[in-house]
């Protein structure tokens, strides 16, 4: 009885031994089923070291976040709040109480953001960015600051336009450049301190790139020099197999899902099949499209690309000349998931409309998003916009002929086709109109063109009610901060 009082006397405190470490590197592998057994086991050694607390955060965000779980969501959601208030209780002469609590709210923020409870989530951030910022001002040497600061720092700084709002009453402020010069800095770091959070800083950095400075070609350039684990570290491949999937290598994504290593360390995820059933699409294999994308649908519990996955199974049908399952695909992408991502938002619309694509450009589409541009430009050789009847079609001809020849790097061409792309589709609502201008100002800007560029981002900015809008628009506000910094 006197060894029980004595234990719970004991102070709580924040120590991060090699086993922390350990335990950190398995949740951001992913191997998280592995990360709390052995958190388990910690806590059992050490019950009142809080940096076990800090672990379980991680495992609980990553697990929530990645596979929308909603009642895993409602089991281990209040355990964010709980561990607040052991963080409030906790010592606070300590670089740790500001940035345990600075993680526990952003992890509580973002958690919030994907179960669509956005306000919730709005206030989380704020409590975060604060807790970092004092943290970083008290404590200037502990550089595990410098990652989470700087990635707030990044995303406040491109809020878009009609938002910006929310920011002032808020109290937020940032910059793209600070923000990502922060993480890099982190990144680079070769002191102590620098392996804490070392597996984020490498999964975030180069989205930071990608999305917020608008450079692909750093950010693959950073991806395939950095010394990546991908085939044990599933939170890496994760990150490198969705960038390329996004930006016309589909070949790259196949070839890193394959090699992943699977076993029941690791925490199931179904985004895999996702992933797969995009880029066998891409490739115009149909069957195998159709087996991933289906898995997808039947694995993942949450509503994120659920409507995405749904119309793309209702086109393999289409091209298959199975009219009646692709209505009854189409069926499901009405009533099924959200519209919070655009690539929902946009399958969401697509099916109220109840038109068909033209195949001719959808299968250009597909081919030229997979990289293969060669055979996308055959698809559509020796076709003008005359040779289709309505004019999204003649729009969508126009920016498709604009992107492939752009990722060929044919930018004169590809910039007569982008300018008669907005010429013919300012006022759609369809997005090849503002997606052309974003592209013609990422060409200026990469010319030194800065002028140019802006008149572009700004014209990107100006169309209204379209769909991606406020992601095209973030992306324009980007330039455009990039630009004037020139």
Not at 102 to 116: M, N, P, Q, V, W
Not at 461 to 486: P, T, V, Y
Request: contains cysteine; aromatic residues 14%; proline residues 3%.
């Amino acid at each position: 009885m006197l060894v029980g009082i004595s234990l719970n006397a004991q102070p709580k405190q924040y120590i991060w031994n090699d086993k922390s470490q350990q335990i950190y590197e398995s949740i951001t592998s992913l191997r998280i089923p592995e990360a709390r057994r052995n958190l388990i086991v910690e806590r059992n050694a050490n019950p009142n070291n809080l940096v076990n607390e800090m672990l379980e955060s991680y495992a609980d965000f990553y697990e929530l976040f990645l596979n929308e779980d909603i009642a895993e969501y409602h089991k281990l959601n209040p355990q964010f709040e709980h561990r607040i208030k052991l963080f409030e209780a906790g010592p606070k002469n300590t670089p740790y109480y500001q940035y345990a609590l600075g993680l526990e709210y952003l992890h509580k923020s973002i958690t919030a953001i994907r179960f669509d409870k956005t306000w919730d989530g709005v206030w989380d951030f704020r409590k975060a960015y604060f807790m970092f910022k004092e943290n970083k001002k008290t404590y200037p040497n502990f550089t595990p600051n410098e990652l989470y600061y700087g990635v707030i720092t990044t995303v406040v700084g491109t809020i878009p336009k009609g938002y910006q709002w929310i920011a002032n009453i808020l109290g937020l402020s940032g910059k793209i450049s600070e923000g990502n010069a922060m993480v890099l800095k982190y990144i680079n770091s070769k002191e102590e301190l620098s392996k804490r959070s070392k597996n984020e800083a490498l999964f975030i950095y180069p989205y930071l790139i990608m999305n917020f400075e608008g450079n692909a070609k750093k950010a693959f350039n950073f991806i395939e020099t950095y010394p990546y684990d991908f085939k044990r570290n599933q939170m890496h491949a994760y990150m490198a197999a969705n960038l390329y999937l996004n930006h016309q290598q589909s070949s790259k994504t196949l070839a890193i899902v394959a090699q992943i290593e699977n076993n029941a360390n690791y925490l199931p995820l179904p985004f895999w099949n996702y992933e797969l059933g995009y880029a066998y699409l891409n490739e115009l294999k149909l069957d195998k499209a159709q087996k991933y994308l289906t898995d997808f649908i039947q694995t993942f519990k949450g509503k994120f690309y659920v409507k995405d996955a749904y119309e793309r199974l209702s086109w393999i049908a289409y091209f298959q000349g199975d009219l009646k399952k692709a209505g009854a695909y189409r069926k499901l992408v009405l009533s099924n998931g959200s519209i919070v991502t655009d690539a929902d938002k946009q399958a969401y619309q697509n099916a109220k409309k109840g038109d068909w694509p033209n195949p001719v450009l959808l299968k250009a589409r597909l081919l030229s998003d997979g990289g293969y541009q060669t055979q996308a430009l055959n698809i559509l050789a020796g076709k003008n916009s005359n040779d289709f009847l309505n004019e999204a079609d003649k729009t969508e001809f126009a920016y498709r002929l604009g992107r492939i020849y752009d990722l060929m790097g044919q930018e004169e061409t590809a910039v007569k086709y982008y300018i008669s792309a907005i010429e013919k589709g300012e006022h759609q609502p369809e997005y090849f109109a503002a997606r052309a201008a974003l592209q013609i100002g990422n060409i200026y800007e990469n010319k030194g063109q800065f002028s140019k560029a802006i008149e572009y981002y700004n014209v990107c900015i100006e169309m209204k009610e379209h769909a991606f809008k406020n992601s095209l628009d973030q992306k324009a506000k980007s330039g455009i901060q990039r630009c004037l910094k020139q």
